[in-house]
């Protein structure tokens, strides 16, 4: 049996962070600057008393809304996110009730990063072929700004609230094919929340300032950005061509490129690397930011629209996350 | 690559400091434009001209571009 891509939609909250804004509250830095380099324009970011389950419902009521596909067919739900509502229980199960989902159906949390669509879909996948499920909807959704130091202008400008709800069955509009995947938790620290959590509950109030004057503290999300790139750097190129065979195709069998979209000057530094020609590499973050695991979905739903994908395309999709982990697949339209 | 166009390349990843500024002795992290968007830029940039990874920690243990040059030739 074969899995495949039914339906994607989308979600970004109302308020939206331009760059303006951000060059007012940082003088050190211009719009142009931020453009030319970032590559983002604005980012959507939700208000005090909205969360990524909040996202979620929305993305879901849209991917509904006007569709044929009754939300009874659905037999299980995944949420991938690391915003959860609460410590316990999983979001998932909360999203059950406020989604009118049939209490027949699964529901469990994933919890992953920039990863963490790929991840849901393998997952997804590995349900409809094995027959354990018949229409997954998996739900990517994050709320970064809510970790975020106030003086932390990096991953502010970087970063986007937003989810994405896409629907996997036995029939649809993209085959899902094989899967390579990666992880290495020596990078765990590199990116991380440490305090909210078993081993930290409590905030450790150790507020310092890097190198570059950028805020550093166990209570607030932490990027170490140099490490970071490297790791994408070293990463991206091996998995690609691990998927791409793993696929059994070339680099010239793929007519689109979508990766996980962290922002322009990681994009065009893969597509450098890989040697991919501009115009079968999609970008998508201009308006929304790096939206974590939903920028993927966002980024096909994107393209489907404005028609850079077409029917019998074959789309490569690649991600690297906090974990670290990363993985890829190839999905045929 | 000599020196000089290690120098010219230095240079360009900093898009407000004027390039007549920037010679071997000059120390880039005093530079005022000096941030960590600039340094992610230097380190893509000897990946992509050395296919060489430098780290964070390289970037601290340099004062002059000459310095980071030769780490670079060293790695």
């Known amino acids: ?333 | 690559m000599e020196l000089n166009d290690f120098v010219k390349k230095i240079a360009a990843e900093f898009d407000e400091t004027p390039v007549e500024k920037f010679s071997a002795s000059v120390k880039f992290k005093d530079l005022e434009e000096w941030g960590s968007l600039t340094a992610l830029s230097i380190i893509s940039m000897i990946d992509e001209e050395f296919d060489k990874k430098i780290t964070g920690e390289d970037l601290r243990s340099c004062g002059t571009i000459e310095e980071l040059y030769n780490l670079v030739l060293a790695k």
């Not at chain 1, 719009?31 to 208000?47: A, D, L, P």
């Not at chain 1, 094989?178 to 290495?184: A, E, L, R, Y």
């Not at chain 1, 450790?204 to 550093?216: I, T």
Request: overall charge negative.
């Open chain 1, 1 to 333: 049996m074969k899995a495949y891509i039914k339906k994607i939609e989308y979600y970004l909250p109302e308020s939206v962070l331009t760059n303006a804004q951000i060059v007012e509250k940082f003088p050190e830095w211009t719009i142009e600057k931020i453009e030319n380099k970032i590559g983002i324009r604005t980012r959507h970011v939700v208000k005090e008393d909205e969360t990524a389950s909040d996202l979620a419902c929305q993305a879901v009521e849209k991917l509904f809304t006007g569709s044929s596909f009754a939300k009874e067919s659905v037999d299980c739900l995944i949420f991938c996110s690391q915003s959860p509502d609460y410590i316990l229980p999983s979001t998932a199960c909360i999203l059950q009730k406020r989604l009118g989902l049939l209490d027949s159906i699964a529901a469990y949390d994933v919890n992953l990063g920039c990863s963490g669509w790929i991840y849901g879909i393998s997952i997804a996948k590995g349900l409809v072929c094995s027959g354990i499920s018949k229409n997954v909807l998996l739900v990517t959704a994050e709320t970064y700004s809510k970790y975020l130091h106030p003086q932390d202008k990096g991953n502010r400008t970087i970063f986007g609230d937003g989810a994405a709800a896409t629907l996997i069955s036995d029939n649809g509009i993209a085959e899902i094919g094989n899967f390579v995947f990666g992880t290495d938790g020596a990078g765990a620290e590199n990116l991380i929340v440490k305090c909210g959590g078993a081993r930290n509950r409590y905030p450790l109030n150790d507020l310092s300032f890097d190198d570059f004057g950028n805020p550093k503290s166990s209570d607030y999300l932490y990027m170490d950005g140099a490490s970071i790139l490297n790791y994408t750097l070293d990463r991206i190129p091996t998995l690609v061509y691990d998927v791409l065979q793993k696929n059994d195709i070339g680099i010239e069998d793929i007519d689109l490129h979508i990766y996980h979209q962290a922002n322009r000057y990681i994009a065009n530094l893969q597509r450098r690397k890989l040697k991919i020609d501009v115009e079968k590499y999609y970008h998508c973050y201009e308006e929304c930011g790096n939206t974590v695991s939903s920028t993927i979905p966002i980024a096909i739903f994107e393209a489907l629209k404005d028609g850079s994908i077409q029917k019998g395309y074959k789309v490569l999709s690649v991600a690297q996350g906090l974990g670290y982990s990363w993985g890829g697949c190839v999905l045929t339209f």
